[in-house]
């Protein structure tokens, strides 16, 4: 049976995906989505009835992290096992692993192991904070590493305490930063030959996503606190009422400023010196979002969104997630894709946010079940029938 493919763009590559849970498993859906030969390594737990990290195998989650992929059961807790993924990673090109970074050493399928076996394997591993320093042998979650890193500290409302992001922000970024360095090691390895140690953990890609927020006190000591739904530098950026619900505004620099006071219907707000440059603005926030909010409320959602765009100021609703996959744009960019299953289940599900002209991404199978092409795979890395009999029969795979 052939391999399914989501793109020919990475389908020379494999990949062995030793991931749990959702920082590691973000990263193995960029390879796969992307055409790679993803092999999921299923935990063949001693207890069958044991629950898998996860969650639930046809629940939303679990199927938006893992189609385009096959699986084949394996127990790593047994020698034979570990045999047999060796014998897997020999002809593999990468292998990507979460971990914690004692386990893999003490399992024997760290980098150094399995160079040594095939000099070429880039292997890629996400950890909570680094392979190693005073807390690599913490266990990461991603609400942890919002705290650490600073994101906790300046989301939500002023006074209100550190709030979480509302996604798994840091797991997400990890996953994919950890993609974005397999690839560059794949391309580096077309010139030296040689693979290499793809590192990243929640910590380093939760600092990294703070950004301008981060660098404001790198090079001006300046610490940045909550602001609430207002910009932290393009005044007046916020959430403001209408007649039926909320809107969006931006404003960056003052043409766009101008713009939006002669749209609202209140010009003379631009000459107000309260208003008039971008240090005032900044310095009487509260009460030019005041001004603003009342005249907003005048009208519909609707009306705003388009006599606002008429005018060039951004501005755009505020969305439920209901009402965004309705939304005219989203369904012209079809980003939500229905995925093709012989079971006939509904499963859809979110596509790559990137278009290739010639190599695109599309859902190509659905997420594998439990093991499900376990002797497909292990035939095509060289095992025999009986072989894969006798490793059935002593529950290694």
């Known amino acids: 049976m052939p391999v399914p493919r989501a793109s020919q763009a990475l389908s020379r590559f494999?990949?062995?995906?030793?991931?749990?849970?959702?920082?590691?498993?973000?990263?193995?859906?960029?390879?796969?989505d992307w055409g790679a030969n993803v092999i999921k390594i299923d935990a063949l737990l001693e207890d069958?009835?044991?629950?898998?990290?996860g969650g639930p195998r046809h629940g939303s989650d679990f199927q938006n992290l893992h189609r385009n992929k096959r699986a084949m059961t394996l127990n790593l807790k047994d020698p034979r096992g570990l045999e047999v993924l060796k014998r897997l990673a020999t002809k593999a090109d990468v292998v990507v692993e979460n971990?914690?970074?004692?386990?893999?050493?003490?399992?024997?399928?760290?980098?150094?192991?399995?160079?040594?076996?095939?000099?070429?394997?880039v292997y890629g591993s996400i950890s909570g904070f680094g392979q190693d320093g005073p807390y690599h042998k913490r266990p990461g979650f991603d609400q942890i590493a919002q705290g650490m890193g600073g994101l906790m500290s300046i989301t939500g409302a002023p006074g209100g305490g550190p709030m979480r992001v509302g996604i798994p922000v840091a797991d997400l970024t990890a996953g994919l930063f950890c993609a974005m360095g397999i690839l560059t090691a794949l391309l580096e390895r077309e010139v030296s030959g040689e693979g290499q140690w793809v590192q990243t953990s929640l910590?380093?890609?939760?600092?990294?996503?703070?950004?301008?927020?981060?660098?404001?006190?790198?090079?001006?000591?300046?610490?940045?606190?909550?602001?609430?739904?207002?910009?932290?530098?393009?005044?007046?950026t916020g959430v403001f009422k209408t007649s039926d619900g909320y809107i969006n505004i931006a404003t960056t620099g003052g043409r766009i400023w101008e713009r939006c006071a002669q749209t609202i219907g209140a010009p003379e707000l631009v000459g107000n010196p309260d208003y008039a440059t971008a240090p005032a603005r900044s310095k009487n926030r509260d009460a030019l979002n005041a001004v603003i909010d009342k005249l907003t409320q005048k009208k519909s959602t609707e009306t705003w969104v388009r006599e606002l765009n008429a005018a060039g100021v951004p501005c755009g609703p505020i969305y439920s997630i209901d009402q965004m996959f309705e939304d005219a744009q989203v369904r012209h960019l079809g980003i939500a894709?229905?995925?093709?299953?012989?079971?006939?289940?509904?499963?859809?599900?979110?596509?790559?946010?990137?278009?290739?002209?010639?190599?695109?991404s599309r859902m190509a199978a659905r997420p594998p079940e439990f093991g499900e092409q376990t002797e497909e795979v292990l035939a095509e890395f060289g095992f025999g029938a009986d072989e894969v009999a006798q490793l059935r029969q002593a529950k290694v795979v």
Not at 14 to 27: I, K, S
Request: glycine share 4%.
């Open 14 to 32: 494999t990949v062995l995906d030793l991931t749990r849970v959702r920082a590691g498993p973000t990263c193995v859906r960029q390879l796969a």
């Open 48 to 53: 069958a009835g044991a629950e898998q990290l």
């Open 99 to 121: 971990f914690r970074p004692d386990v893999k050493a003490k399992l024997g399928i760290d980098y150094e192991r399995l160079r040594q076996i095939n000099p070429r394997i």
């Open 203 to 236: 910590l380093q890609a939760q600092i990294f996503m703070l950004d301008f927020q981060a660098a404001r006190w790198l090079m001006e000591k300046d610490v940045a606190k909550q602001a609430g739904n207002n910009h932290p530098t393009s005044i007046p």
């Open 337 to 360: 894709q229905d995925v093709p299953n012989e079971d006939n289940r509904h499963i859809r599900l979110v596509g790559q946010p990137v278009t290739l002209s010639r190599t695109p």
